[in-house]
Structures are given as C-alpha cells and as structure tokens.
C-alpha cells in the first residue's frame, strides 16, 4: 500500500513537472543555451512573512495542479522557447501565476515562489531518474558526484535515542557499525567527548528527530577512509572545545560516494568543512558552512580530491577557503557572503585542476574585502559562466556578471589568473540543474542547512545574510573566544517524539495514513517499487517539498 502511496506521491512530482514545464523548465532550458544574460540581478529583501505566503500558495497550487493531472510529464528536456529565450537575455524569470518578471523588489515574493518551483521540478527530475536503476538518487534531490550513494539501504534501522555521548543509545553507537540506517527518537543538543568516528553503508537521517532536531557540539564527527554515507539535517558545531587541527565535519583517506545535504556545518578550528587526501565522489549539497573560529577561522579545504559537487551551499563569514578548491570540483549555485580575506579559493599547488564555477552569487559583507574569488595559479582550468558579484553593501541584491579579470586582483601577490576554459569539464550522472545566481540566492536563504526548522544560530546567519552587506562578522582567528564571540550556542527544543508503536522508526500516523501496520516492525525496511526502504519515503516526506524561509 505504501508503494502505491509512493507512485501517487511520485505522479504528483511528475504533474508538477508539467506545471514546471509551464512555469519554469523553458526558463532553465533556456539557461542550457545562454545562461544569465542580464548583466544586473536585482532582488530587494523580501519580508519573510510574504515569503512565508508566498510558498504557502505556491504550495497548495502544487497540490491542485498535481490532483487534475493524470499523466507523467514527458522526460525528454523541454526546448526552450523564444519567449523564455527573450526572457532570459533580459533578465527575467517566471513567476508562480505564469507572468515574466523581474527579479527585484516587488517582484522578490514570485522570485521566492518561483525558487520553490524550482526546487520541486528537481525532486521531479529525481523521481524520473529513479526510473534507472542505475541512477537511483540517493534521495529525491540528491544531485552531482555522491549523488548515487545508497547508504545503509538493506540494513538495519537503528535509533538514536538519547543525548548522551556514548553508550546504547548514543549517536556514536549508532555510526559504529556499517549497513544501518540511523533515525533519531530525540532532539537537542549533543555535546561530543571526543572525535566521532563513522562507519562506511550509513544513511544518518536526521529529519527524524522531533522538535528542532539534532545539534553536534564540543567536538568533530569524523568520516575517514569510509564509502557509501547519506548524511541530512543535521548541525555540526566544533566549537572552541575541539580539537585546533580539527574540522566540524571532514572526510578524509580516501572517502567517497557520500551525500552530505542540508547540514549546519560551523565553528570549525582549523575549518568548518574538510574533503580531503584522495577522497572522491562526494557531494555537499545545500548546507551551511559558516563562522570558522580560532585559530584558522575558513570555510574548507578541499584539498587533493576527485569528482567533488559542491552545490546550493551558503559559505559565509569564513576568514578565507569558501572552500579552497584543489582538485577537481563543481562549484554551482553556492552563495558567499562576508568573506574576510579571500571568498572562493584555487588550488595553487602547481598541479593540473579542474573547477566548474557555475550561477554563484558573491556578496560582500562588513568584513570583506573585493577578493570574492582569488588564490589561483595558471595551473588551475576554470570554467566560469553565470556567477555574479555584489560588493556595495547596500541592503540590495544589485550585482554585476563576473568578468574572467575579476579573479585575480591585482594586490594578490604571488598568485595569478587561473587559466580558463571554454566547457564544464565534469560530468556526474545525476547532473545538478543549474539555477540563476539570483534564484540561487533566494533558494539558499530559503532552505540552505539544517532548514527543516532553523535554531537560533542559524536563523541569525541568515538574518545577516539577508541584510545583503549591512550585517555580519567574521570570527577573528587571533581570538580564542571563538563561537562566543557570535553568542554562542542557543536553545533546541528537543521536542516530543511520535507514537510508533512497532518502534520500525516510522510513526503510527504515517503508517495507517499509507497502509501500513502500525503494529508490524517489519515493514519500514521493506522496498517500495523504485528500490527505497519504507523508513527512506517517510523520511522524505518530512522535507518535501523544500521547508519555507524563516528569518528574524
Ligand atoms: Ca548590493
Ligand atoms: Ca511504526
Ligand atoms: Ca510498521
């Protein structure tokens, strides 16, 4: 009965892909053939509340157009239009009621909607792919290099059930053995000993836990020579109390075919995120990467690494390495904000690299400098097309396209222009669907991180990003306060778990509301008809589609 749940829910993704065909896929198709023409991108702060409407009606539109369609859209790519086509070049997008607008003031509210729009044509583009048993996304959504990651699927379902450090129960039990899926019965935060280290055939799904859900602090979670991990919703806080040479979150000694998406990952030492020493295959997808502290204060090294997607993430108030990008790398859609010395780094090691910096925004903020991109040698190949760059700090989102000259400044001594190419070089299997620069601002300030529900931390980075140049600090490296220079840790409400009553992780509303047996254990792991678990649509539809923007 699930499986017939399942197919509906998909049907309805496909529906919504002939709506997107209507509203938004002559747009990207468009982008396919001449991306972001328009050299000004404008988009005011829209008020959170209106947002919140905005989506609300978006939503609800997706159901009815999704409950009067009866067929699949067609799976071909759409040819774009000479509307869309024209659009496009003059900058426009098209918004939720079919109009083409621009993306600025008035208009942000459509822009938002339009983001979600798209957000729910790529889950649809998933469930397509799902359809190749080859393809299968590691989660409707799962985009670039570890996007076919399976994780703990065919294992057991463990849960994590209390707060405690070690011990049954704990987190660190839970990841201490391969093939498990990992659901959590508590919310709140986690104050780590030591370093966590994490077992390979994992799916850490962190969406489960009730009330604001999970927060690592005090220490690293660790993945180190491990493969096949599905990582989601989840913080990871290092904070003063770890270890100096430490990351908040790393994956290092030959880690691949993992998925890391919407993660909080901030207050690392030496930086927030590391990807590192011949690790490949890995994708880091709509997360936080914020606020690295003493003494290093960066976003993250990625560093002597293969195949790595590193899309829709927010990188802000990092010293420098947002992220050093030293081997080969997709970097689409990301948002830097508030850099210190240095925004998007090259690999400068005198080795042949790869990047493909594609639709990203570049926002200056009160501890930038105009450094948005620099550190390269010539033997770093960059392709670069659609990024945008806003160094006015005026409250608007009002920058200009990025000339390949604006890469390397003429202060920066003893680096050089990256020597550019004319294609994108990498290519994954399950390719992340490019946005606007504009409508991946909008899209990262909506539901970039562990966005199911924002803590207080993470609802005040966005409240600075937000204030387009007006707000923010980066964290002084010379400054052992660290994190309490930001304010520290706030509260997380642990919440009240549902009643599952066979205790298989999937709630007993859910569970009749599907047809499945609220008294049978045994059915969360069993396969729906694409080859996800039980346990893994449940999870799914807790953060489908793509939660609403909250902001201070
Ligand atoms: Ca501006
Ligand atoms: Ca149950
Ligand atoms: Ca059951």
Same mark, same amino acid.
């Given at each position: 009965?699930? $499986?017939? =749940?399942?197919?509906?829910?998909?049907?309805? &993704?496909?529906?919504?892909?002939?709506?997107?065909?209507?509203?938004?896929?002559?747009?990207?198709?468009?982008?396919?053939?001449?991306?972001?023409?328009?050299?000004?991108?404008?988009?005011?702060?829209?008020?959170?509340?209106?947002?919140?409407?905005?989506?609300?009606?978006?939503?609800?539109?997706?159901?009815?157009?999704? =409950?009067?369609?009866?067929?699949?859209?067609?799976?071909?790519?759409?040819?774009?239009?000479?509307?869309?086509?024209?659009?496009?070049? +003059?900058?426009?997008?098209?918004?939720?009621?079919?109009?083409?607008?621009?993306? +600025? *003031?008035?208009?942000?509210?459509?822009?938002?909607?339009?983001?979600?729009?798209? +957000?729910?044509?790529?889950?649809? $583009?998933?469930?397509?792919? &799902?359809?190749?048993?080859?393809?299968?996304?590691?989660?409707?959504?799962?985009?670039?290099? *570890?996007?076919?990651?399976?994780?703990?699927?065919?294992?057991?379902?463990?849960?994590?059930?209390?707060?405690?450090?070690? *011990?049954?129960?704990?987190?660190? +039990?839970?990841?201490?053995?391969?093939?498990?899926?990992?659901?959590?019965?508590? *919310?709140?935060?986690?104050?780590?000993?030591?370093?966590?280290?994490?077992?390979?055939? /994992?799916?850490? /799904?962190?969406?489960?836990?009730?009330?604001?859900?999970?927060?690592?602090? &005090?220490?690293?979670? =660790?993945?180190?020579?491990?493969?096949?991990?599905?990582?989601?919703?989840?913080?990871? $806080?290092?904070?003063?109390?770890?270890?100096?040479?430490? &990351?908040?979150?790393?994956?290092?000694?030959?880690c691949n075919n993992i998925i890391v998406d919407h993660c909080s990952i901030e207050w690392g030492r030496w930086d927030d995120l590391g990807i590192t020493v011949g690790s490949s295959t890995i994708t880091v997808q709509n997360c936080i990467m914020a606020e690295g502290i003493h003494p290093q204060s960066f976003g993250a090294l990625i560093d002597m690494v293969t195949d790595i997607t590193l899309s829709h993430n927010l990188w802000m108030s990092n010293e420098s390495r947002n992220p050093k990008a030293n081997g080969t790398v997709q970097y689409i859609n990301n948002v830097v904000y508030n850099w210190g010395h240095t925004g998007l780094c090259g690999g400068h090691e005198g080795i042949d690299r790869r990047l493909d910096i594609i639709g990203n925004y570049f926002i200056k903020g009160p501890s930038s400098n105009d450094h948005f991109a620099g550190q390269f040698w010539a033997t770093d190949h960059v392709y670069q097309e659609g990024n945008f760059v806003d160094l006015d700090r005026d409250g608007k989102l009002n920058g200009t396209r990025a000339a390949p000259e604006d890469f390397h400044r003429a202060d920066e001594v003893g680096y050089t222009l990256p020597t550019f190419i004319n294609e994108p070089t990498l290519h994954p299997p399950i390719p992340v669907v490019a946005d606007s620069a504009g409508q991946a601002y909008i899209k990262v300030a909506a539901a970039a991180g562990c966005s199911l529900h924002r803590d207080p931390v993470d609802l005040r980075l966005i409240g600075e990003l937000t204030s387009l140049g007006l707000k923010g600090q980066t964290l002084p490296h010379t400054d052992a306060q660290g994190e309490a220079l930001a304010g520290g840790l706030g509260k997380i409400d642990g919440g009240i778990p549902s009643v599952d009553n066979d205790h298989d992780g999937i709630p007993d509303a859910f569970e009749k509301a599907h047809g499945l047996d609220p008294q049978d254990p045994t059915d969360a792991a069993k396969l729906d008809a694409f080859g996800y678990m039980n346990i893994e649509v449940y999870a799914d539809s807790l953060v489908v589609p793509a939660p609403a923007m909250t902001t201070k």
């Open positions: 009965m699930l $499986r017939k =749940a399942a197919f509906r829910n998909d049907s309805q &993704k496909y529906a919504h892909a002939t709506a997107a065909n209507a509203a938004s896929l002559d747009f990207i198709g468009g982008l396919a053939d001449d991306i972001y023409p328009s050299e000004s991108n404008q988009v005011d702060l829209p008020p959170p509340m209106k947002i919140h409407f905005g989506l609300v009606v978006l939503i609800m539109s997706t159901i009815l157009v999704a =409950a009067a369609a009866d067929s699949p859209a067609p799976v071909e790519k759409s040819t774009p239009s000479n509307e869309a086509a024209k659009a496009n070049r +003059e900058g426009l997008v098209k918004a939720a009621n079919g109009s083409w607008v621009t993306v +600025e *003031g008035k208009n942000a509210l459509d822009a938002a909607a339009q983001a979600v729009a798209v +957000e729910t044509e790529k889950v649809a $583009r998933a469930a397509i792919a &799902k359809t190749n048993p080859q393809h299968l996304p590691a989660f409707p959504g799962a985009e670039g290099f *570890g996007a076919l990651a399976t994780g703990g699927r065919g294992g057991e379902i463990v849960h994590v059930t209390n707060l405690r450090d070690s *011990g049954p129960g704990s987190f660190r +039990e839970a990841v201490s053995r391969p093939n498990r899926i990992v659901v959590f019965d508590v *919310g709140g935060i986690i104050d780590l000993a030591t370093e966590v280290p994490v077992s390979s055939n /994992l799916t850490i /799904l962190g969406q489960t836990a009730p009330g604001e859900g999970i927060c690592f602090y &005090k220490n690293t979670v =660790a993945l180190d020579g491990v493969s096949n991990i599905i990582v989601r919703y989840l913080r990871f $806080r290092q904070g003063m109390p770890g270890a100096r040479n430490l &990351k908040a979150f790393g994956m290092t000694r030959k």
